[in-house]
């Protein structure tokens, strides 16, 4: 057999005999030869460690790994603790950028409405042509691609909570502008501020939540940060419709953004720096490496609402540094600009940006586009119906968000996206068919549309942000984080722009048969490419995952 050896991390304590962690046999552990070789530096045990004594840390976590007889690995892992009320702020500050992002689209489609009415507008500029209508809606779209540009070569140096500051600001600025747009050109670049903010705040976001909470609840806070998104819609449907009647309720619907990114912005503020983030900028020696790990253990002991410079962070950020020395040992810190494509950052980069491409070419956009139609099939056909609807697939999208929240950590993430993108493949063939041959069956439209925003959300919509999030290099992640929201907001205005040639071209059935064949096409992707990253850190992902 071969040697066994127990490295703590950090703080010695006991384990009991009757403990659910010890998932390991007596014989595996305690042998008279993994006693004698192993050093009391790396194991902290004598003789008297056959009372089953092991060291073990009450806070943060440890491996335990056993070399068995076949060669294979073992290991159990003793999670971090941590106080729920020290990961709200960190949470959800970055998470109001997700909620502001979802707000946009929810408002303005109420806000089209308004904007377009003689009665309602409060404008002489409200007789606007398909193409500046199409820019008024597709503004944000085209700042957030811009943002997620520029996202590229500044994030790194920027630091997600800068970032983050800086997307709130420019929230605030663009929703500012837009509701208080005495023209349209003032309209149209409001939107364009606007969209850079979420451009921003869409890659920042997941970045920062991931670098800085527990991992054991990684899952479960980025695929909150999805459901924030989801509420953002929802409000913003809200608020269309409490609006819709006023005059110049379009300028209340854009203008509610403003004190909503004021408060993300002073949260940011408040926050500290991603503790990773600053470790990372000591690596690639962008400052005194002492001085940036002092930095981050009163960064990491904040966010964990620990004292100031306490041992457990203390001994937490030096074995990340180790750990990022051992990993770039023999290679610059800091990745060039196109190592995105090179090595683990590759296979990375096909993994996460696989997912938020099939996430939009699956037809996202245009089913929820085709909502309206179908459900007037089944008798939602007036006009005052037309909010109300909306707010209820809001209602079951957040409930079906809700439902990945708890699994994300507890199934995986592989089983949500297998399950998930089955049922959307099902769900787009059932459409084909209504459309085909089924079209005195309503029932089969709305179950199929109910069926296709449940399994998004429970799938692509939370777990590939969530995956994106995680699965980058550290020295590559901002960079890889960007190119993949480039690829979703890219991805995104492609099958916008696209939809009504191909509707026109194909038919809404074949439509829909060729977005049900790409569903196919990504759940073999899932199948074959995606790893299951769940209770992994970010340094064991990239260790175990991406070498």
Partial sequence: MASTCLQPLYYPTIIHSKSPLLSLSKKQIFTARSLNQCTRRNCSFMARNNERKLPLLPIGRLRLKVSASSGEEAESAYLEEFSWSSVILPFLFPALGGLLFGYDIGATSGATISLQSAELSGTTWYNFSAVQLGLVVSGSLYGALIGSILAYPFADFLGRRRELIIAALLYAVGGSLTAYAPGLGALLL???????????????????????????????????????????????????????????????????????????????????????????????????????????????????????????????????????KTAYSDEEAEGNFLEVFQGPSLKAFIIGGGLVLFQQITGQPSVLYYAGSILQSAGFSAAADAARVSVVIGVFKSLMTAVAVLKADDLGRRPLLIGGVSGIALSLFLLSAYYKFLGSFPFVAVAALLLYVGCYQISFGPISWLMVSEIFPLRTRGKGISLAVLTNFGSNAIVTFAFSPLKEFLGAENLFLLFGAIALLSLLFVITSVPETKGLSLEEIESKILK
């Fill in 190 to 324: 409001g939107r364009l501020v606007y969209g850079l903010g979420i451009g921003l705040a869409m890659h920042g976001a997941p970045l920062y939540i991931a670098e800085t909470c527990p991992s054991q609840i990684r899952g479960t806070l980025i695929s909150l940060k999805e459901l924030a998104i989801v509420l953002g819609i929802l409000l913003g449907y809200f608020v269309g419709s409490y609006e819709i009647n006023v005059v110049g309720g379009w300028r209340y619907m854009f203008g509610l953004s403003a004190p909503i990114a004021l408060l993300m912005g002073l949260g940011m503020w408040s926050l500290p720096p991603s503790p990773r983030w600053l470790l990372l900028r000591a690596i690639q020696s962008k400052g005194p490496l002492q001085e940036y790990k002092e930095k981050a253990i009163g960064a990491l002991s904040k966010l964990r609402g620990r004292p100031a410079g306490d041992k457990v962070s203390e001994k937490q950020i030096e074995d990340t540094i180790i750990s990022l």
